[in-house]
């Protein structure tokens, strides 16, 4: 080995020490990005590298969705959204046994489709599920592995921003990563409410149903709710509009009518199976005494999710497209429940501004340092060594999903998707497992993906275990860090499943594509 990949060998395995004493990952990629490339390229061509690096990573088209999708989950937050889901499941659910850890489930994985981050999640389920599942009498260890899992599901279901820094850095379009990752990532949802609730039907005492009070309390919280012209409209539009998709997907092979009309010179058309099929769906809801839980509590967010991922998945708008009408979607969600205030938006704008400030640097951080450290020669002999490896080619993905099952525990995911992810896409374009290259590329991401999930639920980053312990005092770290050890099992299974059955993440995308 030359002695610049000696350097840059050296300045790994020193982020790595340095990283795990507990400096912060941006300044300590940064700074040793600087100082090796001033020892072994020169300071001109290290600051070279690092001016474009920086005005690169600034100028993808990609990134401005970042700050756009958090301020959309921001924003959904501060109208409340995510504690009227939550309340109408916990009213449904009531006489279940484990209603708690199926609500609780169920509200982060449709929240986790309109925000793109984790720690607002964790924090609301904290605040809202917390004192709930103390006062019931629920186990501590299986409902913190709840909410703590649950939670993470944002980094995994679209419109994750790890996905969108991770497509253009794998070549891959973002919408494509999106398809791949929404089947393993309900596919886990029911894994974590499988285990949660055939634990609760084992031992009742893990999870005991509601009680009488407590589900009269609920129903009348439920029902007893004023309602805004606004509101019902917005409700009723959202149902309807539901009802209608719905529609046109269960009598569109059937043939049925389509009335269509002509207003100046823009033509419209309206299948009559859609509308009869929305109105036996929406009918019935208006004489239902849950009309109020259901149709305030999830129609206006699942319609705001559907309408903004699904024109990512069809391909019709771009991921900043799509995340600006999302961003002002829940805009206006926050308007018409009247949640919209200075103070909401200077909190939803305060959010926004520091995770992606937070995401934005550790992006050109880790860009740096991925430049100084490709330059230094070292990222090509540590892909030659794994090409050289004398294993078959499903070995070596089998190792690298290990590498990086590894590095997710004392890294965050930037730094793995921007500084070790470009090491191994060598080693992943070579391999012959029978698909295409971007077949292949796809089945990686999504790989990548579940994987980095752990980074949340694992020791001694875990963030989840921090936001969740800073709102439920009452829960210690060790018994946090217990509950969330079990579901990090069931996301082991989880990868191990979509390793040996690829069609998982690749079933959605063809789909899509015709």
């Known amino acids: 080995m030359s002695f610049n990949e000696i350097l840059g060998l050296i300045m790994l395995f020193g982020m790595i020490g340095v990283i795990f004493i507990g400096f912060p990952i941006s300044f300590t990629l940064l700074f040793l990005a600087l100082v090796f490339g001033g020892v072994g390229l020169g300071t001109v061509q290290t600051f070279n590298l690092a001016d474009l690096q920086i005005w690169g990573t600034m100028k993808d088209e990609i990134l401005p969705a970042v700050p756009l999708f958090i301020f959309m989950g921001y924003m959904t937050e501060q109208a409340g959204l995510m504690e009227r889901l939550f309340g109408a499941l916990r009213s449904l659910l009531a006489p279940v046994r484990g209603a708690l850890y199926l609500a609780v489930i169920l509200t982060a994985t449709i929240f986790a489709m309109a925000t793109g981050i984790v720690g607002a999640a964790v924090t609301v389920l904290g605040i809202m599920a917390g004192p709930m599942m103390i006062k019931a009498g629920y186990d501590a260890r299986l409902s913190s592995g709840a909410i703590a899992a649950g939670g993470t599901l944002g980094i995994l279901i679209p419109p994750s921003v790890m996905l969108v820094v991770m497509g253009p850095t794998m070549g891959v379009p973002v919408n494509q990563l999106y398809s791949a990752t929404l089947v393993p990532g309900f596919l886990l949802a029911m894994m974590y409410i499988a285990y949660a609730l055939g634990r609760s039907f084992i031992n009742p005492s893990l999870g005991p149903p509601m009680t009488m009070d407590e589900r009269r309390e609920a129903y009348l919280a439920m029902t007893t709710e004023k309602i805004?012209?606004?509101?019902?409209?917005?409700?009723?539009?959202?149902?309807?509009?539901?009802?209608?998709?719905?529609?046109?997907?269960?009598?569109?092979?059937?043939?049925?009518?389509?009335?269509?009309?002509?207003?100046?010179?823009?033509?419209?058309?309206?299948?009559?199976?859609?509308?009869?099929?929305?109105?036996?769906?929406?009918?019935?809801?208006?004489?239902?005494?849950?009309?109020?839980?259901?149709?305030?509590?999830?129609?206006?967010?699942?319609?705001?999710?559907?309408?903004?991922?699904?024109?990512?998945?069809?391909?019709?708008?771009?991921?900043?497209?799509?995340?600006?009408?999302?961003?002002?979607?829940?805009?206006?969600?926050?308007?018409?429940?009247?949640?919209?205030?200075?103070?909401?938006?200077?909190?939803?704008?305060?959010?926004?501004?520091?995770?992606?400030?937070?995401?934005?640097?550790?992006?050109?951080?880790?860009?740096?340092?991925?430049?100084?450290?490709?330059?230094?020669?070292?990222?090509?002999?540590?892909?030659?060594?794994?090409?050289?490896?004398?294993?078959?080619?499903?070995?070596?993905?089998?190792?690298?999903?290990?590498?990086?099952?590894?590095?997710?525990?004392?890294?965050?995911?930037?730094?793995?998707?921007?500084?070790?992810?470009?090491?191994?896409?060598?080693?992943?374009?070579?391999?012959?497992?029978?698909?295409?290259?971007?077949?292949?590329?796809?089945?990686?991401?999504?790989?990548?993906?579940?994987?980095?999930?752990?980074?949340?639920?694992?020791?001694?980053?875990?963030?989840?275990?921090?936001?969740?312990?800073?709102?439920?005092?009452?829960?210690?770290?060790?018994?946090?860090?217990?509950?969330?050890?079990?579901?990090?099992?069931?996301?082991?299974?989880?990868?191990?499943?979509?390793?040996?059955?690829?069609?998982?993440?690749?079933?959605?995308?063809?789909?899509?594509?015709?």
């Open 228 to 514: 805004s012209v606004p509101v019902l409209g917005l409700a009723l539009f959202c149902l309807i509009a539901l009802s209608y998709v719905v529609g046109l997907a269960l009598t569109g092979s059937m043939g049925l009518p389509t009335f269509a009309f002509q207003i100046g010179a823009a033509k419209f058309s309206i299948d009559l199976g859609g509308v009869a099929v929305a109105a036996l769906m929406a009918v019935p809801f208006f004489m239902s005494p849950y009309f109020r839980a259901i149709v305030l509590g999830m129609a206006p967010l699942v319609a705001l999710i559907g309408f903004t991922l699904g024109t990512i998945l069809k391909g019709l708008a771009t991921p900043t497209e799509a995340a600006s009408c999302g961003a002002f979607g829940a805009t206006l969600l926050a308007l018409i429940y009247g949640r919209l205030n200075l103070k909401a938006l200077k909190n939803a704008a305060t959010g926004t501004m520091i995770t992606s400030a937070m995401v934005l640097f550790l992006a050109v951080a880790s860009n740096v340092f991925g430049a100084v450290f490709t330059k230094l020669g070292t990222a090509s002999v540590i892909t030659e060594t794994l090409i050289g490896l004398p294993l078959s080619d499903w070995w070596k993905l089998g190792l690298i999903m290990l590498l990086i099952f590894v590095l997710g525990w004392p890294f965050e995911w930037p730094a793995i998707i921007l500084v070790f992810l470009p090491i191994f896409m060598p080693v992943v374009e070579k391999l012959q497992l029978g698909m295409s290259k971007l077949e292949l590329l796809i089945w990686f991401g999504a790989l990548i993906a579940v994987n980095l999930q752990t980074a949340f639920l694992s020791p001694p980053v875990a963030m989840s275990a921090y936001y969740l312990r800073n709102v439920v005092p009452q829960w210690s770290l060790v018994t946090i860090y217990r509950g969330m050890a079990d579901y990090m099992v069931i996301q082991v299974i989880c990868l191990l499943l979509l390793l040996f059955f690829p069609q998982i993440a690749l079933w959605l995308p063809s789909v899509m594509k015709n």
